[in-house]
């Protein structure tokens, strides 16, 4: 699926009515959802893959990718209301996705919830992890930026990749964490991430974020994964 048309589609997923100031609920442009599929798809295949999208929100990363062609979808957000609205979308574009209610910041996380064979399979099962977290800056979700990594490196095979945004003034520090939780991480790309007028915290209409888009392969991938997928050590 081309850009244009996979944006094209993206735009039909629906997003939170009544968004959360204290969740950082910023919905995912579609471009900007787009572009991180297509990316995905090119580096490590989402053809036939098993995927989880991580604070799906309305589910648009993990709707995208059953577009693409996932296998299966898992879908993950602590909001009822959020998995509500996913809930529609997964049911109006007709795709494999399936949804959890969970905390993925919690110690427990994903692989222990109460959510069935989805979540029994989620400890170290999927290929690809795609989320756009809260950049956890704020008091109420200071942390979860990493919190949301540090899990989505844990439901990666050995071998497999999170793809995810986090702010670029926390480059370091995200580099950092991430060599910590054993992933290998790299910039795909530097982005602008509009934020519109949401919470009666904001004072402008928008405001463009500076994002890192960025690619952290979980480790234990050995000689005969990487040379499968054909990914760079």
């Given at each position: 699926m081309k850009l244009k048309q996979l944006v094209g589609e993206l735009q039909g997923v629906q997003t939170w009515r009544?968004?959360?100031?204290?969740?950082?609920?910023?919905?995912?442009?579609?471009?900007?959802?787009?572009?991180?599929?297509?990316?995905?798809?090119?580096?490590?295949g989402l053809e036939d893959a098993l995927v989880?999208?991580?604070?799906?929100?309305?589910?648009?990363?993990?709707?995208?990718?059953?577009?693409?062609?996932?296998a299966h979808v898992l879908a993950v957000d602590l909001d009822p209301a959020a998995l509500e609205v996913a809930a529609e979308n997964v049911e109006e574009f007709e795709v494999?996705?399936?949804?959890?209610g969970c905390d993925v910041g919690a110690p427990s996380g994903v692989a222990d919830a109460e959510g069935g064979a989805d979540a029994g399979a989620?400890?170290?099962?999927?290929?690809?992890?795609?989320?756009n977290p809260p950049f956890g800056t704020r008091n109420e979700s200071h942390g979860a930026d990493v919190a949301f990594l540090q899990a989505g490196l844990r439901l990666c095979r050995p071998g497999g990749a999170v793809y995810s945004l986090h702010k670029t003034s926390t480059r370091p520090f995200i580099a950092k964490k991430?060599?910590?939780a054993g992933g290998e991480a790299s910039v795909v790309a530097e982005l602008r991430f509009e934020i519109p007028r949401m919470y009666k915290h904001?004072?402008?209409?928008?405001?463009?974020?500076?994002?890192?888009?960025w690619r952290?392969?979980?480790?234990g991938g050995g000689e005969e994964a990487e040379g499968e997928e054909e990914v760079p050590s």
């Open positions: 009544h968004p959360k100031s204290e969740l950082e609920q910023y919905p995912t442009p579609p471009d900007i959802a787009a572009h991180m599929l297509l990316a995905a798809d090119a580096e490590d989880a999208d991580l604070g799906c929100g309305g589910g648009v990363l993990g709707i995208g990718a059953a577009l693409l062609g996932a494999p996705v399936s949804l959890l989620a400890g170290g099962a999927f290929d690809i992890v795609l989320m991430a060599a910590e904001h004072r402008q209409p928008s405001k463009d974020v500076a994002v890192d888009f952290v392969q979980r480790g």
